[in-house]
């Protein structure tokens, strides 16, 4: 119950929060398809950045409990990226580009991020449609890699990442599964809740831009 228990301005902030998640999406489909690309897409981290802060806020992340495990997802991820793009033998052969902002020894910061947001939109998505727990892990990771196919055709023109390749390896879809089981598995472990409209909102989102773009992209 404590989920829908919330006052009026509760609900209007995170009403606000929820057209600020489609505005910057929507906005940069427009604004990209219209030619101002580099304008749009050098304002991703930003974009990334402020979409973790809204879902830190409405998930809600409102204590150390909850905190800490989302810290460790974030580093986790950050771990296997460095391993991904030094070692190359988890998702294949590749390297960040300069749209994702401040890297460090090659990974950019902002990646944790995504990863954890997405993993939490994911778990709270599958959590509210399935009740035993291997198959919420099951349906979050599949629910990850779907959005990474998507994300696949629309990083190398964006500057994001780019595969040796050119474009990406089977491998890195078994890892993003493999790794996403982990994560998710740890998420249910730590019985952690998050807010399923908001979830819902932020994964639609983006799956929206990428589903666009990979159209977009391949004519």
Known sequence: MKDFIMTDKGIHAKSWAIFVIWLFQ??????ISLGFQ???????????????????????IESIRKAIPVMVIYAVSILVEWVGVHFGFLFGTYAYGNNLGLKIDGVPLLIGVTWATLILCTAAIAD???????????????????????????????????????????????????????LHAFFHQQKMKGDFTFSC???????????????????
């Open 128 to 182: 509210r449609f399935v009740k035993p727990i291997l198959l919420k892990i099951v349906i979050g990771a599949l629910l990850m890699v779907s959005i990474d196919f998507f994300m696949e055709t629309s990083a190398p023109p964006f500057d994001f990442w780019i595969w040796a390749e050119g474009v990406a390896p089977i491998r890195n879809y078994v890892a993003w599964f493999g790794v996403s089981l982990i």
């Open 201 to 219: 909102h932020i994964y639609a989102a983006q799956l929206l831009f990428f589903i666009y773009f990979y159209g977009f992209h391949r004519i």
């Open 38 to 60: 580099d304008w749009f897409i050098t304002k991703t981290p930003f974009n990334l950045l402020l979409t973790g802060v809204l879902l830190f806020l409405y998930y809600p």
């Open 26 to 31: 929507v906005s940069a489909i427009i604004g």
